[in-house]
């Protein structure tokens, strides 16, 4: 391998910007790291050339240890967005410069530069200022540089970004036959699909610092593992149905499930991933020997011409209950929508306006992995790590996901000990969870606990909470900070015991109040469990925002209907806390959802104090939701 990336990680500042990534480049390969803007994709190129160094993990380059040695001894050329050439240097000053500084001979400088203009298609050129070059130039010269002193890896920081799309076609078609001749190992950073597409022997997609998944264009278009994978590279529709012994239970309809599906229990979510350009649409019902899934039939919604292709927007009320994930449903939206990408006419088909109904037949689809709420359970040494575990364990299980046991130790000699005793728990809970990992952190609870959050991508943050010696019921310490901090829901709890079969979402009028319903909504779902949403009015409350809670209530059950869970809406009258309490004992309640303002700072301290106030007063677990402003 050229090119070895370990647990390579980055932080600037508290943000964690490169989590944990692992990477292997062949020998001669162009790779492509593929990601949004923020994903981390452009600072691991700028740690493997040595612009910045790593927080932690180890860098190999052609078999050498490279992670902390200066840029200039690495052996790789690099390539940037803004060109970066030299403005009072010559088109062949410029190419030379690496030759110079490295004491090339002249005669061999010119020699190779005039090689490398040649190849890079700007032979002739070598006496022209960069002031006298279009911007496609600039950046052949730029590339031409980076490659004068042969270097083993070729790193290029999205280096077509600020060129129309004419010359973009155009240069990425060189640097293919450039690298291919030379078969020089190479990494291209782009948020480009299309780019990515055409050059990648093979991509790795990035998302917030996690390298997600890696495979080739075919693969990761058609056979995506993940979830993310299969929504951000191309237009796909993903809908959540259910494993009904060997089939996929799809609202009214069902597919056969394919041996990847096996994966999942029986009644477990399954995510269904078909591509609007393999879907057909037709008047008449699909002939049975027509070798097609039926999905069954839509309504259309929406027809958008796109040039070549046309989009159009189906809502199928057999999918009913079903959960999409996409194309993304509105807040509200009570029916589920399917796209299809059909080849667009000169004169608008009839068939396809808004209204007609139209049967959809699928050719092809393929299951994502299974996934679910990915819990942290905070296992301290005391009966609130029991609890925690034991608790966490069961929200993961009813949501079919994965877990982490976390224990957090004040000095490194505790690391054997503590560990032991997590094979220990391990074994008492995995009956329960089957895919359940250990971790042990070194450092203040709350702090570790954060930033094992953060590196893990985890959804929900299970904390055990017992009474302390004077009999005070409160949130501990550790609860008040992780809540004061988290950016992910944060459940806690007083017993041990417990299933999720009725689930109590607190929630607030408008835009801040749809994020607990939202996620309430998943854990519901994923639980098969029912679910109340709960508006109080205090004699604070104004008639605009009665009547902004009533509309966002019945948003509510309508997003939950959707989704397929059973839901009734609640308003009561007096004071939130005993309301909460009053409601929760009158379902008999088995989970109660709150939300807290996401901004950090002091506003989360109301929302501190509610759950404080709740949790003194019943043995429920309380979810603690991070809501947008």
């Given at each position: 391998?050229?090119?070895?990336?370990?647990?390579?990680?980055?932080?600037?500042?508290?943000?964690?910007?490169?989590?944990?990534?692992?990477?292997?480049?062949?020998?001669?390969?162009?790779?492509?790291?593929?990601?949004?803007?923020?994903?981390?994709?452009?600072?691991?190129?700028?740690?493997?050339?040595?612009?910045?160094?790593?927080?932690?993990?180890?860098?190999?380059?052609?078999?050498?240890?490279?992670?902390?040695?200066?840029?200039?001894?690495?052996?790789?050329?690099?390539?940037?967005?803004?060109?970066?050439?030299?403005?009072?240097?010559?088109?062949?000053?410029?190419?030379?410069?690496?030759?110079?500084?490295?004491?090339?001979?002249?005669?061999?400088?010119?020699?190779?530069?005039?090689?490398?203009?040649?190849?890079?298609?700007?032979?002739?050129?070598?006496?022209?200022?960069?002031?006298?070059?279009?911007?496609?130039?600039?950046?052949?010269?730029?590339?031409?540089?980076?490659?004068?002193?042969?270097?083993?890896?070729?790193?290029?920081?999205e280096p077509f970004g600020a060129l129309d799309v004419k010359i973009r076609s155009q240069l990425r078609a060189s640097l293919k036959e450039i690298q291919r001749q030379l078969k020089v190992t190479t990494i291209l950073v782009t948020h480009d699909q299309e780019e990515a597409f055409e050059l990648a022997d093979r991509i790795g997609v990035m998302d917030a610092g996690h390298l997600i998944e890696v495979g080739t264009s075919?693969?990761?278009?058609?056979?995506?593992?993940?979830?993310?994978?299969?929504?951000?590279?191309?237009?796909?529709?993903?809908?959540?149905?259910?494993?009904?012994?060997?089939?996929?239970?799809?609202?009214?309809?069902?597919?056969?499930?394919?041996?990847?599906?096996?994966?999942?229990?029986?009644?477990?979510?399954?995510?269904?991933?078909?591509?609007?350009?393999?879907?057909?649409?037709?008047?008449?019902?699909?002939?049975?020997?027509?070798?097609?899934?039926?999905?069954?039939?839509?309504?259309?919604?929406?027809?958008?011409?796109?040039?070549?292709?046309?989009?159009?927007?189906?809502?199928?009320?057999?999918?009913?209950?079903?959960?999409?994930?996409?194309?993304?449903?509105?807040?509200?939206?009570?029916?589920?929508?399917?796209?299809?990408?059909?080849?667009?006419?000169?004169?608008?088909?009839?068939?396809?306006?808004?209204?007609?109904?139209?049967?959809?037949?699928?050719?092809?689809?393929?299951?994502?992995?299974?996934?679910?709420?990915?819990?942290?359970?905070?296992?301290?040494?005391?009966?609130?790590?029991r609890i925690a575990a034991e608790m966490g364990s069961r929200l993961a299980q009813a949501t079919h996901g994965p877990a982490t046991l976390l224990t957090v130790v004040s000095r490194p000699e505790l690391v054997a000990p503590a560990r032991t005793r997590l094979e220990a728990m391990r074994r008492d809970l995995m009956p329960r969870v089957a895919n359940l990992e250990l971790r042990v952190r070194v450092g203040t609870s709350a702090t570790e606990i954060l930033l094992e959050a953060q590196e893990g991508h985890y959804e929900v943050i299970a904390l055990g909470q017992v009474p302390d010696r004077n009999g005070y019921r409160g949130l501990g310490s550790t609860a008040r900070q992780v809540l004061e901090q988290a950016e992910i829901p944060v459940l806690l709890t007083r017993s041990p015991e417990g299933k999720f079969e009725n689930i109590l979402i607190c929630t607030r009028g408008g835009e801040p109040g749809k994020t607990d319903v939202v996620f309430g909504g998943r854990v519901a779902r994923r639980a098969n469990a029912q679910a109340t949403v709960l508006y109080v009015q205090t004699p604070q409350t104004t008639d605009d925002e009665q009547k902004r809670a009533a509309r966002h209530l019945l948003q509510a059950e309508a997003s939950l209907s959707q989704q397929g869970v059973q839901c009734k809406l609640k308003i009561l009258d007096g004071s939130i806390v005993e309301s909460i309490l009053q409601q929760a004992k009158t379902d008999n309640s088995d989970l109660i959802i709150i939300g807290a303002q996401a901004p950090r700072g002091r506003p989360r301290l109301r929302w501190q104090n509610l759950a404080n106030q709740i949790l003194g007063s019943t043995d429920c677990p309380v979810l603690v939701v991070p809501m947008n402003e």
């Open positions: 391998m050229s090119i070895i990336l370990t647990d390579l990680t980055k932080r600037f500042g508290e943000h964690l910007v490169v989590n944990r990534v692992s990477l292997d480049v062949r020998d001669g390969e162009l790779f492509v790291l593929l990601g949004g803007s923020g994903s981390g994709k452009s600072t691991i190129l700028r740690m493997i050339a040595g612009l910045s160094t790593p927080d932690a993990g180890k860098i190999e380059l052609n078999g050498r240890d490279v992670t902390y040695l200066p840029p200039q001894v690495r052996g790789t050329g690099f390539v940037f967005q803004n060109y970066s050439i030299f403005r009072h240097m010559t088109v062949l000053q410029n190419v030379e410069f690496g030759l110079r500084i490295r004491k090339v001979k002249t005669k061999e400088r010119a020699r190779r530069a005039e090689e490398l203009l040649d190849l890079v298609g700007l032979g002739g050129l070598g006496a022209r200022f960069a002031s006298q070059l279009s911007g496609g130039q600039q950046q052949r010269v730029a590339l031409a540089r980076a490659l004068a002193y042969q270097p083993a890896v070729l790193l290029l920081d075919e693969t990761l278009y058609h056979q995506p593992d993940s979830e993310f994978t299969a929504t951000f590279i191309g237009g796909g529709n993903v809908l959540v149905g259910r494993r009904e012994h060997e089939t996929i239970r799809l609202g009214s309809t069902t597919l056969p499930l394919p041996r990847a599906g096996h994966l999942a229990d029986d009644g477990a979510p399954v995510r269904v991933l078909f591509r609007p350009e393999t879907t057909l649409l037709q008047a008449e019902r699909f002939a049975p020997d027509a070798g097609l899934h039926v999905l069954g039939q839509g309504v259309v919604v929406e027809r958008i011409f796109a040039g070549a292709l046309q989009r159009i927007v189906l809502e199928v009320e057999g999918l009913r209950g079903v959960r999409a994930v996409s194309p993304r449903v509105s807040y509200g939206q009570k029916a589920t929508r399917v796209e299809v990408i059909q080849t667009a006419q000169r004169e608008p088909n009839a068939s396809f306006a808004p209204g007609a109904k139209l049967w959809i037949g699928l050719r092809d689809f393929h299951v994502l992995a299974p996934s679910g709420l990915k819990v942290l359970l905070c296992a301290s040494d005391d009966e609130g790590g």
